[in-house]
């Protein structure tokens, strides 16, 4: 029983580090979104303020 025990803990604690592996993957993905639309926000947003009547 003393082994069932061992055996247990240690799956249960490499399915833990692999859910918290999987999540800060998906973290870091949707930081990287998430800079590369505020970059994208930040020269629009410069491109606005430099040259703003430039459609009329």
Known sequence: MELF???YAQK???NTISKCEEKLTQ???NH???SKKAER???KF???I???NRRK
Do not use: C, F, G, R
Request: aromatic residues 0%; hydrophobic residues 25%; proline residues 5%.
């Open 32 to 34: 990287k979104k998430a």
């Open 41 to 43: 926000a930040a020269k």
């Open 50 to 52: 430099t040259q703003p």
């Open 46 to 48: 410069n491109h606005n």
């Open 27 to 29: 973290l870091n993905t």
């Open 12 to 14: 249960k604690e490499e």
């Open 5 to 7: 025990d061992q055996v």
